[in-house]
């Protein structure tokens, strides 16, 4: 079965699904649409009208590519459905009898727990695969789902095509590591890669999206359409593998999918073969995510240029913090950060300035509004040399918080929503495993000693980060094994948290996975709430990674 994906994010490429129907053969066409933030924006959205709560660029882009998909004979797999997927079906409904084309369009429906949770926005339980393959066996062209898990878009099509039942775990875990690294589109193809530099740049300008060639053993090949941009290699796929992981054991409601398994071989040009993945029972449980209304936020960033930096800073702070004391309304949660952007003797104005960013939140929308616009305009000329802002605080605006709890599966009633109107119910997995944290593997024989240089650890290894919650995940990975010898023993735990301060009071956990020489760190509770939030520079973690290739270690000159 040939499956491609068109989509990795609410608003990536529009043309994207053109490209992938035109661009080569294909079984399915999938498209991932939905984040914990994207869920925010739709709950918001469906309280301005009952009637949205869906990603709706899908019907803007199937106006175009609807008859293509028919005559092609090209089953869509979508979770553009969000907070609606019975919104949404009705719509691509309603478009498919205005183009004239006969598409017969199911819906899956389940996931939506908000009424169980009062106070919050958005609750929305992960599922699986399973309701999808309903769909699609009973003839479905077309299935919208709200929240499934993003490689559930790869696992359901395979289960109905390849008529696996839930005990095929291995044959499950290998869809879910394909359907792992085509969720996020183009971060597969060379999209956001740290070893971009060395290749063409023509070649990294319009990446094409990824396919997967899945076989029935549950192994796969990981490519892209002849002609298109961007590149597959082992390395883009390690890359997107580790991405918003944690430890060896990647679960789902389908399968647990042990990612210490896979191994990855470049079959050719633009062709890495997934083999060996290996499977255990789902847990019992399914993931639940929480939005909520957090509060409200504003913020602003104050220009230091030239000498004396950091007293600019202290004094400007210590003129704010004695104004919201005077006011008697002083933001629940005052955060300052000074980032020194300036350089000495510096040829224009822009790189001898420093920025200093103040962020308030608080549950009063006047506390981060008029309070903070107040203080600031008020020092226009009364503070330090030089004193100006990139743009005045405006009057606060809402931000989100999310979190994650978990459910029985059997809490949820899963339902395919037939295209003939009929309901069938999905049953829970009924062979379950808790999860559990599996023993570290042995490390590699360390490199012998020799001649070291000082380097940035990016030289030898790729990074990839991001968001999950409040945690974040930074993926390194070796491209030999001499370097993957050096990197197991050197970056430990220890030396991660030395390397980014942000991280030396906080839980870091290291998982070790040999097969793709690679390190995952997880960081719990760098990023506070969550990416809506926005607690931090970077509130989804997507540079983490970056910012530690960046830094420097005693790295051996064989490898350099």
Same mark, same amino acid.
């Given at each position: 079965?040939?499956?491609g994906n068109a989509s990795?994010f609410?608003?990536?490429? &529009?043309?994207?699904m053109?490209?992938?129907?035109t661009?080569g053969?294909?079984?399915?066409l999938t498209?991932d649409y ?7 924006i739709?709950?918001?959205d469906?309280?301005?009208d ?5 990603? @709706?660029?899908?019907p803007?882009?199937?106006?175009e590519?609807?008859?293509?998909a028919?005559e092609r004979g ?6 553009a459905?969000?907070?609606?997927p019975a919104?949404l ?6 478009l498919?009898?205005r ?5 017969r369009v199911?819906?899956?429906e389940?996931?939506?727990?908000t009424?169980?949770y009062?106070?919050?926005l958005?609750?929305?339980?992960y599922?699986?695969g399973?309701g999808?393959?309903?769909c699609?066996?009973?003839g479905a062209?077309?299935?919208v ?6 490689a559930a878009l790869?696992?359901?099509p395979?289960?109905?095509?390849f ?6 775990h291995d ?8 359907g792992?690294?085509?969720e ?6 060379g999209?956001?890669?740290a070893?971009f530099?060395?290749?063409d740049?023509a070649?990294?300008r319009?990446?094409?999206f ?5 076989h029935?053993d549950?192994?796969?090949?990981i490519? @892209? ?8 290699d082992v390395g883009?796929v390690?890359?997107q593998?580790l ?5 060896a ?7 647990t999918?042990?990612?210490?398994t ?11 073969r ?8 789902p /847990?019992?449980?399914? @993931?639940v995510?929480?939005n909520r209304?957090?509060? &409200?936020?504003?913020?602003v960033?104050?220009?230091l $240029?030239?000498?004396?930096i950091?007293?600019?800073a202290?004094l400007v702070?210590a003129?704010?913090?004695d104004?919201f004391?005077?006011?008697g309304?002083?933001?629940?949660d005052?955060?300052w950060?000074l980032a020194?952007t300036?350089h000495?003797d510096?040829?224009t104005e ?5 920025l200093?960013r103040?962020v308030v939140r608080?549950p009063?929308?006047a506390?981060?509004g ?9 020092l226009?000329l009364?503070?330090?040399p030089?004193?100006?802002?990139m743009a ?5 605006s809402?931000y989100?918080a999310?979190?994650d709890?978990y ?17 069938? %119910?999905?049953?829970p ?6 999860l559990? $944290?599996?023993e %570290?593997?042995? #490390?590699?024989?360390?490199?012998? %000693? ?8 990016g030289?030898?290894?790729g990074?990839r980060?991001?968001?999950?919650g409040?945690?974040a995940?930074?993926?390194v990975?070796?491209?030999?094994d001499?370097a993957?010898?050096?990197l197991?023993?050197h ?7 030395s390397?980014?301060?942000e991280?030396?009071e906080?839980t870091?956990v290291?998982?070790?996975? /040999?097969?793709?020489?690679? #390190? ?13 939030s926005?607690?931090?520079?970077d ?12 830094r420097?270690l005693d790295i051996p000159e064989?490898l350099l």
């Amino acid at each position: 079965m040939r499956i491609g994906n068109a989509s990795g994010f609410y608003g990536d490429r &529009f043309d994207a699904m053109r490209e992938m129907l035109t661009g080569g053969p294909l079984d399915v066409l999938t498209g991932d649409y939905l984040a914990e933030l994207t869920m925010l924006i739709l709950g918001r959205d469906r309280l301005k009208d009952p009637g949205r709560g869906y990603a @709706k660029t899908y019907p803007r882009q199937l106006e175009e590519c609807l008859g293509l998909a028919h005559e092609r004979g090209v089953r869509l797999v979508t979770n553009a459905g969000g907070l609606n997927p019975a919104g949404l079906a009705d719509a691509v409904r309603e478009l498919a009898g205005r183009l004239g084309v006969p598409v017969r369009v199911a819906h899956v429906e389940g996931d939506d727990l908000t009424a169980r949770y009062p106070g919050s926005l958005a609750a929305h339980a992960y599922l699986g695969g399973a309701g999808i393959a309903a769909c699609l066996r009973e003839g479905a062209d077309i299935v919208v789902t709200g929240r499934v898990t993003d490689a559930a878009l790869v696992t359901g099509p395979a289960m109905a095509h390849f008529g696996w039942g839930p005990g095929d775990h291995d044959r499950l875990a290998g869809a879910v590591v394909a359907g792992h690294v085509l969720e996020c589109g183009t971060q597969a193809t060379g999209g956001n890669y740290a070893f971009f530099t060395d290749h063409d740049p023509a070649l990294l300008r319009r990446p094409g999206f990824p396919l997967a060639e899945l076989h029935e053993d549950g192994t796969s090949v990981i490519t @892209k359409h002849d002609g298109t941009g961007g590149l597959v290699d082992v390395g883009t796929v390690t890359a997107q593998l580790l991405y918003e992981t944690q430890g060896a054991r990647y679960a789902g409601p389908d399968v647990t999918a042990r990612l210490d398994t896979a191994r990855l071989t470049q079959e050719g040009p633009d062709r890495v073969r997934i083999t060996g993945v290996r499977g255990e029972a789902p /847990p019992p449980t399914l @993931k639940v995510g929480l939005n909520r209304f957090g509060g &409200f936020r504003n913020e602003v960033a104050l220009v230091l $240029t030239g000498l004396d930096i950091e007293r600019k800073a202290e004094l400007v702070r210590a003129q704010l913090e004695d104004a919201f004391d005077t006011a008697g309304s002083r933001p629940a949660d005052v955060r300052w950060d000074l980032a020194r952007t300036d350089h000495p003797d510096a040829d224009t104005e822009e790189t001898a300035s420093a920025l200093l960013r103040l962020v308030v939140r608080d549950p009063d929308q006047a506390a981060v509004g008029r309070a903070l616009s107040g203080a600031a305009v008020e020092l226009a000329l009364a503070s330090y040399p030089g004193f100006h802002v990139m743009a005045p605080p405006g009057p606060g605006s809402p931000y989100g918080a999310f979190e994650d709890v978990y459910v029985p599966q059997d809490a949820v009633d899963h339902t395919a929503v037939l295209h003939d109107g009929r309901r069938l %119910a999905v049953p829970p997995a009924e062979d379950t495993l808790v999860l559990e $944290t599996l023993e %570290a593997p042995a #490390l590699p024989e360390p490199l012998p %000693a020799g001649p070291t240089r000082r380097a940035p650890i990016g030289r030898v290894a790729g990074a990839r980060s991001g968001d999950k919650g409040g945690n974040a995940n930074v993926g390194v990975w070796a491209r030999t094994d001499d370097a993957w010898r050096w990197l197991a023993h050197h970056l430990t735990t220890e030396t991660f948290r030395s390397l980014l301060p942000e991280c030396r009071e906080l839980t870091v956990v290291r998982h070790v996975l /040999p097969n793709l020489r690679a #390190l995952n760190f997880v960081v719990e509770g760098i990023l506070g709430e969550g990416v809506a939030s926005q607690a931090r520079f970077d509130p989804q973690a997507k540079a983490l990674g970056e910012w530690l290739r960046s830094r420097h270690l005693d790295i051996p000159e064989a490898l350099l």
